[in-house]
T-cell receptor, first 114, second 113 residues
């Protein structure tokens, strides 16, 4: 069975500072990895995904994540955050078996302060 | 291209009642999944439908059931509501082949009193 651990429930950071949100997963087979963002009172929006190929993936709004198979991690980073990045971030994994059931972590609340 | 739409957005029920939540998938998507997100937690997989049949189920009791219609829209039904069923219910649609990329709706927030 697969599982996801997000090590930090809350990450407070000042505007324009760098940030890293940590995600570790457990699975016995090949996986696909995702980061989703959830703004207050909204559903989930896909931020970025790792399916295959380059282990470094980027989003259109400056976030990036690196798939590290040996450490079973998929940490999310941004070199300079904005107030508008304040949201809940969820890491998710699904096994490369054809099913599309995602297993989510418990989420990390990113709070960007001015 | 329309996204995933869910209704109702909010509803309040009492313990023991039954509820039906509805979802219209994104244009071109024929697979629908449902997730339960309790307050302060990550979403948990309930089940998935493809070609009007259940195609995978998470660790939820039989009182959680669903339907998918020929136009790929879907319903989630919950019988004998319990207080712990209070949550945000998220619907997601996807293509049947290729990468496992889900498009989520904004959710239906259910409160059970």
């Amino acid at each position: 069975a697969q599982s996801v651990t997000q090590l930090d429930s809350q990450v407070p950071v000042f505007e324009e500072a760098p940030v890293e949100l940590r995600c570790n997963y457990s699975s016995s087979v090949s996986v696909y990895l995702f980061w989703y963002v959830q703004y207050p009172n909204q559903g989930l929006q896909l931020l970025l995904k790792y399916l295959s190929g380059s282990t470094l993936v980027e989003s259109i709004n400056g976030f990036e994540a690196e798939f590290n198979k040996s450490q079973t991690s998929f940490h999310l980073r941004k070199p300079s955050v904005h107030i508008s990045d304040t949201a809940e971030y969820f890491c998710a994994v699904t096994e490369d078996t054809g099913r599309r059931a995602l297993t989510f972590g418990s989420g990390t609340r990113l709070q960007v302060q001015p | 291209e329309t996204g995933v739409t869910q209704s109702p957005t909010h509803l309040i029920k009492t313990r023991g009642q039954q509820v039906t939540l509805r979802c219209s998938s994104q244009s071109g998507h024929n697979t629908v999944s449902w997730y339960q997100q309790a307050l302060g937690q990550g979403p948990q997989f309930i089940f998935q439908y493809y070609r009007e049949e259940e195609n995978g189920r998470g660790n939820f009791p039989p009182r959680f059931s669903g339907l998918q219609f020929p136009n790929y829209s879907s319903e989630l039904n919950v019988n004998a509501l319990e207080l712990d069923d209070s949550a945000l219910y998220l619907c997601a649609s996807s293509l049947p082949v290729g990468a496992n990329v889900l498009t989520f709706g904004a959710g239906s927030r259910l409160t059970v009193l």
